[in-house]
């Protein structure tokens, strides 16, 4: 039905979708790093969720979608097939319905993931979409959130108009900031995270991909060894994977991963990466100053899996994590799902609204389902209104 204030828009569940954005990383880990290194590590685990990869074509998208809705309109659209676990779906605000990668876009969708087209997505082709997370249903209760639906709430979205929208300080884009201790585990006593791994461009200019898969401690709570695995990218494949042991003695460590070695001294542009095994630091950087830098990997494809290292959408000169004003994390009451609150694996929306700043248009939107019409997984529906 379509009125003046509502339209809905159901798509097939059929598409096709080309991997070509491997580089986002899944935020089922949430850290938080005091000045003396006191963190805190949540990890959910979410098999229920999991899925296979789609094929590899551009979505050519179904039809019917409303372009340029008109100011407080209200459109519904999907459940949309974002059930990926590699690959990106895109949705342009402008036309109202699904796009190529290499099209005009505003939202990306990936599982439960939703991201911005920002330089940390979309690089030098960045449209610059910011976004504004409202929190309206942070304090809300686990039994609130499973009572709410899509038709209940509906008269609360629509009554969130122009003045609800803050100043345009507030507004933040997906952007990578510094996490160095983001290939540990953090709580109790630190152990490597091999799931995480990073693409590197290193000081010499050539790329790889790393990530830690041990760490051992001395009684007195020293580091006895760090160990690091890398791929080098020669051409356009990596390498098979090479390991490296270090045993800091207490000292900062620089590691060169073109030659796979501890530089005993380090000068210029003849290193990569800096361990410092302080108990309050246990960090990893980079060498800044020689352009290195590092891009998160995704979840899927792994590191043993991952196909290229020299394609990420940008490198940070730190090791790098992806945040943005839309939490995507199932932990974090601000996201747009919680997750098992009935004990059966799945995702609930949380009808959390979130403002989008598309150049001068700013939009609502929320995420108001997870699954297709047949139930299944990774099939977001959403419904968005244009009210500036």
């Given at each position: 039905m379509v009125t003046a204030s509502h339209v809905t828009f159901r798509t097939c569940l059929a598409f096709m979708v080309r991997p070509i954005e491997r580089v986002e990383m899944s935020s089922l880990v949430q850290w938080s790093v005091g000045r003396a290194a006191a963190v805190t590590y949540t990890l959910v685990s979410l098999l229920g969720i999991a899925a296979c990869?789609?094929?590899?074509?551009?979505?050519?998208?179904?039809?019917?979608?409303?372009?340029?809705?008109?100011?407080n309109q209200i459109v519904t659209f999907g459940p949309l097939n974002a059930s990926s676990t590699d690959t990106l779906v895109r949705f342009s605000l402008a036309t109202g319905g699904l796009v190529a990668s290499t099209a005009s876009w505003d939202l990306a969708f990936r599982r439960y993931e939703l991201r911005l087209n920002s330089p940390a997505i979309a690089g030098s082709a960045s449209r610059n979409v910011l976004g504004y997370a409202l929190g309206n249903s942070i304090a809300t209760?686990?039994?609130?959130?499973?009572?709410?639906?899509?038709?209940?709430?509906?008269?609360?979205?629509?009554?969130?108009?122009?003045?609800?929208?803050?100043?345009?300080?507030?507004?933040?884009?997906?952007?990578l900031t510094e996490n160095r201790q983001g290939y540990l585990n953090l709580g109790g006593v630190p152990t490597a995270n091999p799931a995480s791994y990073w693409k590197v461009r290193m000081s010499n200019g050539a790329f790889a991909v790393l990530r830690a898969t041990a760490i051992a401690f001395t009684p007195q709570f020293q580091v006895a060894s760090l160990t690091l695995e890398s791929r080098l990218q020669s051409g356009s494949a990596l390498g098979a994977p090479q390991t490296l042991v270090i045993a800091p003695a207490g000292q900062i460590t620089s590691i060169h991963l073109a030659t796979n070695t501890v530089v005993s001294s380090p000068t210029g542009c003849n290193w990569d990466l800096q361990f410092n095994p302080s108990a309050s630091q246990l960090s990893l950087t980079v060498n800044a100053a020689c352009n290195a830098g590092t891009y998160p990997g995704a979840a899927s494809p792994s590191f043993a899996n991952v196909v290229a290292a020299g394609d990420a959408p940008q490198?940070?000169?730190?090791?790098?994590?992806?945040?943005?004003?839309?939490?995507?994390?199932?932990?974090?009451?601000?996201?747009?799902?919680?997750?098992?609150?009935?004990?059966?694996?799945?995702l609930h929306p949380s009808f959390n609204t979130y403002l989008v700043r598309s150049g001068t248009k700013t939009y609502k939107l929320q995420v108001i389902d997870y699954y297709s019409n047949t139930g299944v997984a990774g099939f977001p529906t959403i419904r968005y209104a244009r009210i500036r």
């Open positions: 990869a789609e094929s590899e074509a551009d979505p050519v998208g179904p039809g019917g979608g409303v372009p340029e809705p008109a100011i209760t686990d039994a609130q959130v499973l009572a709410f639906t899509a038709a209940g709430t509906f008269g609360g979205f629509d009554l969130l108009r122009d003045a609800a929208v803050p100043s345009d300080s507030l507004f933040l884009s997906d952007r490198y940070a000169p730190v090791l790098a994590q992806l945040v943005g004003p839309i939490p995507n994390s199932v932990t974090d009451k601000a996201a747009p799902f919680r997750y098992n609150l009935t004990g059966t694996g799945r």
